[in-house]
């Protein structure tokens, strides 16, 4: 490029953005490796819930091919889609209200009013922080270790980060004490981020302490409550509760569960005003078509008892891996619980006994060698506070299991071997 006039794009970009790294993904690393084991980011392996047949009948009584369903012409792709999204909107408050709780049964059902559909949880969570949070002056509360997009999209909206750090020697429990005084003493925090159950911790949050914020007595901001794997916990959602608390919001995705991360659906379930406002401020054509069409269908009831079908599957595997994994040399404990699709787990710097403690180098060495002998990738937690040595590892399907639970072994005798220690 030539040009004239200088122009320096560095004095021109928001600060806050020229300082946005760039979004990496360990897969990207391993894109030659054919037959890659996905267990690094959550997602279900035991497929999306969309009986093939039901996708059919969504669009029209007789039976028809997937292929069809998802013709062009049939989702008129040449105009643009349903902004208001209404009909799907209802779909997932009928999911909401009929697996509510009996204590949540006197709070008013949810309405399609109550809701705002993003571009996945990621876009309900940018969503928020740009309604709440004004740029350069206002904040975010976050408990680590945590999801990563809350602090992400802060930055990228200039927002600083204010930590209240889950009890990381009490089973990573939220501190509601810690983030209540932190919001007694700083009126700029916005919005409070707590993810339920937490990521990458695994464990669902007890709704007492999550009132126990809602109700601060001072503080004037929102409670968002990141509820991406409720499907896999036991105990229900907060959902309905949006129209008893006016400052919370709950949000939630069809990525795990519904094995759906592909489409890009994320739901943010609120009272109806906070609701208009997200609306208001999200894209009016946010939603493409094939993304609604797709969705309608995983919302029949075919589609939800696939997904449940799924969910006891996985949830099957998941104690598999319970059971398995403390039986191989290296293998510290478990960390947080196990109310997700994915356990975080912590290795020791030697096959055991006396003296083993965990290891973030071995940990991120096992991580390397998985992914490099036999390309199984997981997630490394290490530098995450309170899970030194840590790896998350999604729940794969029978097969992936074994598989995983081979190569770990395997990885840990190689780097055990390497440092002169056996198994
Ligand atoms: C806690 C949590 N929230 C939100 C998301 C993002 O979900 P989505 O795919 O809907 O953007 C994830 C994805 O891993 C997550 O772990």
Redesign the pocket.
């Known amino acids: 490029m030539t040009n004239e006039r200088p122009f320096d794009l560095t004095k021109c970009v928001r600060p806050n953005i020229l300082a946005l790294p760039p979004y990496t993904s360990m897969r990207d690393d391993y894109l030659d490796h054919t037959n890659l084991s996905l267990l690094d980011?959550?997602e279900n392996s035991f497929g999306p819930s969309i009986p093939v047949q039901e996708v059919a009948s969504t669009f029209r009584h007789d039976a028809v091919s997937i292929q069809s369903a998802l013709d062009p012409k049939r989702l008129q792709l040449h105009r643009y889609p349903d902004a208001q999204q209404i009909k799907l909107k209802q779909l997932f408050c009928d999911l909401r209200n009929t697996t509510c709780e009996e204590k949540d049964a006197a709070v008013k059902p949810l309405a399609p009013e109550n809701v705002c559909l993003g571009?996945?949880?990621?876009?309900s969570?940018d969503l928020v922080i740009r309604a709440f949070c004004a740029p350069g002056r206002d904040k975010i509360l976050i408990c680590p270790p945590?999801?990563g997009?809350y602090e992400v999209s802060a930055q990228a909206n200039d927002v600083t980060v204010v930590t209240a750090n889950l009890d990381v020697d009490n089973g990573f429990a939220l501190r509601p004490e810690a983030i209540d005084e932190a919001l007694s003493e700083d009126p700029l925090i916005k919005v409070v981020f707590i993810?339920s159950p937490?990521?990458p911790t695994g464990n669902l949050i007890p709704r007492a302490e999550i009132v126990r914020v809602l109700e601060h007595p001072t503080w004037n901001g929102i409670v968002v409550v990141?509820e991406?794997?409720i499907d896999f916990a036991p105990g229900g959602s907060l959902a309905r509760q949006v129209n008893k608390w006016p400052n919370l919001i709950v949000?939630q995705?069809?990525?795990?569960a519904f094995g759906l991360?592909g489409i890009?659906?994320?739901i943010a379930y609120s009272q109806p005003q906070i609701s208009q406002l997200l609306n208001n401020l999200k894209g009016p054509y946010n939603m493409s078509a094939p993304t609604i069409a797709l969705a309608t269908a995983a919302l029949q009831p075919a589609g939800i008892a696939l997904m449940e079908a799924n969910k006891r599957a996985m949830i099957e595997q998941r104690k598999r891996l319970l059971r398995e994994l403390p039986k191989i040399s290296g293998f510290g404990r478990f960390l947080g619980g196990y109310d997700a699709n994915f356990l975080l787990v912590q290795f020791l710097d030697k096959p055991g006994g006396q003296g083993a403690v965990p290891d973030n180098a071995i940990t991120a060495a096992v991580a390397h060698t998985l992914a490099i002998n036999s390309g199984v990738l997981v997630r490394y937690r290490g530098i995450e506070p309170g899970c030194v040595g840590s790896l998350r590892i999604t729940v794969g399907t029978k097969e992936e299991v074994d598989n995983v639970l081979l190569q770990i072994q395997m990885a840990l005798e190689k780097v055990y071997s390497g440092r002169g220690q056996t198994a």
Do not use: F, H, P, W
Request: with cysteine; proline share 0%.
């Open positions: 980011a959550n571009v996945g949880s990621d876009e969570i945590t999801y997009m993810c937490a990521n990141d991406a794997y949000t995705t069809l990525s795990k991360a890009r659906l994320g």
